[in-house]
């Protein structure tokens, strides 16, 4: 599966619409990130059910600093409309496949319930 490029304007339905989606945020500019892409689009190749999205953080900021995107390349990973892992560092593809690996075998309800325990207030 090829990229996706993710802006602002289709955000909500590309993560609403799919259960787990990748996101790769880079800048032109960005050598680390020039490096990366071909890693990226090679393991998109491999996952067909999953969504390799790609956010230029140049073009759309709003969403860099929505996952406070401070070095770039970032990797996110968002299941089931949960960010589950946002990391900077270009991974080497063994990594990449780890990653979403890892994310797949995750209990989506226990997920939930730690990150709605977060959200409680402490007493």
């Not at 802006?7 to 680390?32: E, R």
């Not at 560092?89 to 209990?107: F, K, S, T, V, W």
Request: hydrophobic letters at 40%.
């Amino acid at each position: 599966m090829s990229t996706v490029e993710l802006t602002t304007d289709n955000f909500d339905d590309v993560v609403s619409g799919n259960d787990f989606v990748l996101i790769d945020f880079w800048a032109s500019w960005c050598g680390p990130c020039r490096q990366f892409a071909p890693t990226y689009e090679s393991v998109s190749e491999n996952h067909g059910d999953v969504v390799f999205a790609k956010v230029d953080t140049e073009a759309q900021p709003q969403l860099a600093a929505a996952f406070e995107v401070k070095s770039i390349p970032t990797v996110a990973v968002i299941r089931d409309r949960v960010v589950v892992y946002a990391e900077p560092g270009a991974l080497p593809e063994p990594a990449l496949e780890d990653l979403i690996r890892q994310a797949r075998e995750l209990d989506m309800d226990e997920v939930r319930a730690a990150a709605e325990q977060e959200q409680q207030p402490s007493e």
